[in-house]
C-alpha cells in the first residue's frame, strides 16, 4: 500500500512531468515527411513534402506545420484534384484513355499482348476492364493497386486534407494543373509506354514495386532524413525505365519551373506554406536545392 507522500510526490511532480514528457513524444512521433523554411531578405515561406495516400492516423498534422498552414496568407500545391473533379476527370479522359478507332492493345504483337494480360491478371485485374487505358494510366492504376496493400487510401492524402482544411478560408495556388501533369504522362512515346508497364508489372511480380512504397511511406511516417536519401540516392543511379522516367521528367523536369514559382511566390507575401510531393524535396536537384541557388535561405526543421 502506497504512503500519502508518495502519492502526494507521484501526484505534484511525477504527473505533470510524464504529462510534458508525453506531450514532448507525441509531437515527435507526429513528424512526417520533410518540413523547409526558406527565407529571403524580407520574407518567410514554409516548403512541406507530402504524400498523395494517406491514412487516418497521420491526422491531425504536427502542430509547427498545422499552425503554419492556419496563419498562411496562401496554400500552394501541385494540384488542387479536389477543387473541380469534372476537370481532373476531363483532363485524364483526354490524355490517359486511347482515342475511339485506336488499335490499343490490339497493336500489340499477339505473344506480347499475352504476356501483359497474364501478367494483369496475376495482380487481379481483368484486362478487358482496361483495354481503353493507354499505358501510362494502367501503370498509374497498377500503382494505386499496390498501396492499398500497405493500407493507404489516396483519398487521405496529405495535399487534399491540406486543401480541405483550409478551403473557403485562405486562397489556394496550384503550382501546376491536372491538365499538365497528365499531358506530361502522356508524352512518353507509345513503345515507351508499354515497355513501362512490362517493366512494372514485372517489378510488381518480384515485390520490388511494393517494397520500395513501403520504404518510401516508412520514410514519410517518420520524417527519416537518412532514409529519404537512401531513397534519393536510388532514384539518382536506377537505370530501370520506371526509374529514369521518374528522375528525368516527373522530378527534374518539373522541380526547376516548382522553383521558380515559389521563389516568387516568397518575393510577394510573408508566411505562405507550400505543400508538393515529398520527392520533388529529395536531391541535389530538388526544389530546396533550387530555392538555395536562386539566393534563398534554406533551413531544414525536419
Given at each position: 500500500?502506497?504512503?500519502?507522500?508518495?502519492?502526494?510526490?507521484?501526484?505534484?511532480?511525477?504527473?505533470?512531468?510524464?504529462?510534458?514528457?508525453?506531450?514532448?513524444?507525441?509531437?515527435?512521433?507526429?513528424?512526417?515527411?520533410?518540413?523547409?523554411?526558406?527565407?529571403?531578405?524580407?520574407?518567410?515561406?514554409?516548403?512541406?513534402?507530402?504524400?498523395?495516400?494517406?491514412?487516418?492516423?497521420?491526422?491531425?498534422?504536427?502542430?509547427?506545420?498545422?499552425?503554419?498552414?492556419?496563419?498562411?496568407?496562401?496554400?500552394?500545391?501541385?494540384?488542387?484534384?479536389?477543387?473541380?473533379?469534372?476537370?481532373?476527370?476531363?483532363?485524364?479522359?483526354?490524355?490517359?484513355?486511347?482515342?475511339?478507332?485506336?488499335?490499343?492493345?490490339?497493336?500489340?504483337?499477339?505473344?506480347?499482348?499475352?504476356?501483359?494480360?497474364?501478367?494483369?491478371?496475376?495482380?487481379?485485374?481483368?484486362?478487358?476492364?482496361?483495354?481503353q487505358l493507354k499505358p501510362w494510366m494502367l501503370t498509374t492504376l497498377l500503382a494505386i493497386t499496390d498501396l492499398a496493400k500497405l493500407g493507404v487510401d489516396p483519398a487521405?492524402?496529405?495535399?487534399?486534407?491540406?486543401?480541405?482544411?483550409?478551403?473557403?478560408?485562405?486562397?489556394?495556388?496550384?503550382?501546376?494543373?491536372?491538365?499538365?501533369?497528365?499531358?506530361?504522362?502522356?508524352?512518353?512515346?507509345?513503345?515507351?509506354?508499354?515497355?513501362?508497364?512490362?517493366?512494372?508489372?514485372?517489378?510488381?511480380?518480384?515485390?520490388?514495386?511494393?517494397?520500395?512504397?513501403?520504404?518510401?511511406?516508412?520514410?514519410?511516417?517518420?520524417?527519416?532524413?537518412?532514409?529519404?536519401?537512401?531513397?534519393?540516392?536510388?532514384?539518382?543511379?536506377?537505370?530501370?525505365?520506371?526509374?529514369?522516367?521518374?528522375?528525368?521528367?516527373?522530378?527534374?523536369?518539373?522541380?526547376?519551373?516548382?522553383?521558380?514559382?515559389?521563389?516568387?511566390?516568397?518575393?510577394?507575401?510573408?508566411?505562405?506554406?507550400?505543400?508538393?510531393g515529398l520527392l520533388h524535396l529529395l536531391g541535389k536537384r530538388g526544389v530546396p536545392e533550387l530555392l538555395?541557388?536562386?539566393?534563398?535561405?534554406?533551413?531544414?526543421?525536419?
Amino acid at each position: 500500500m502506497q504512503g500519502p507522500i508518495i502519492v502526494v510526490f507521484r501526484s505534484l511532480f511525477l504527473g505533470p512531468f510524464l504529462g510534458l514528457f508525453l506531450l514532448a513524444f507525441q509531437a515527435m512521433a507526429a513528424e512526417r515527411g520533410a518540413l523547409f523554411k526558406v527565407s529571403d531578405k524580407e520574407h518567410t515561406l514554409y516548403l512541406y513534402g507530402t504524400i498523395h495516400a494517406g491514412k487516418p492516423a497521420y491526422y491531425p498534422l504536427e502542430p509547427r506545420i498545422r499552425d503554419a498552414v492556419a496563419a498562411a496568407p496562401t496554400l500552394a500545391l501541385e494540384v488542387d484534384a479536389t477543387r473541380d473533379p469534372q476537370a481532373a476527370a476531363a483532363a485524364f479522359m483526354q490524355h490517359g484513355l486511347f482515342a475511339a478507332g485506336s488499335p490499343g492493345y490490339g497493336a500489340l504483337a499477339p505473344e506480347r499482348r499475352a504476356r501483359i494480360e497474364t501478367a494483369l491478371k496475376a495482380q487481379g485485374i481483368d484486362p478487358a476492364a482496361v483495354v481503353q487505358l493507354k499505358p501510362w494510366m494502367l501503370t498509374t492504376l497498377l500503382a494505386i493497386t499496390d498501396l492499398a496493400k500497405l493500407g493507404v487510401d489516396p483519398a487521405l492524402g496529405v495535399d487534399a486534407h491540406l486543401a480541405g482544411q483550409v478551403r473557403g478560408r485562405t486562397p489556394i495556388v496550384e503550382l501546376e494543373t491536372l491538365q499538365f501533369q497528365a499531358a506530361l504522362l502522356d508524352r512518353l512515346p507509345i513503345d515507351m509506354q508499354w515497355k513501362m508497364l512490362e517493366e512494372t508489372l514485372e517489378h510488381m511480380a518480384s515485390g520490388q514495386q511494393l517494397r520500395e512504397a513501403r520504404e518510401l511511406f516508412d520514410a514519410y511516417e517518420r520524417a527519416d532524413q537518412a532514409a529519404l536519401d537512401r531513397i534519393a540516392k536510388r532514384i539518382e543511379t536506377d537505370d530501370s525505365l520506371v526509374a529514369k522516367f521518374t528522375r528525368e521528367v516527373v522530378l527534374d523536369e518539373r522541380n526547376g519551373p516548382m522553383a521558380d514559382k515559389l521563389a516568387a511566390m516568397i518575393q510577394r507575401e510573408n508566411n505562405a506554406v507550400a505543400a508538393v510531393g515529398l520527392l520533388h524535396l529529395l536531391g541535389k536537384r530538388g526544389v530546396p536545392e533550387l530555392l538555395r541557388e536562386r539566393g534563398m535561405k534554406v533551413e531544414r526543421v525536419y
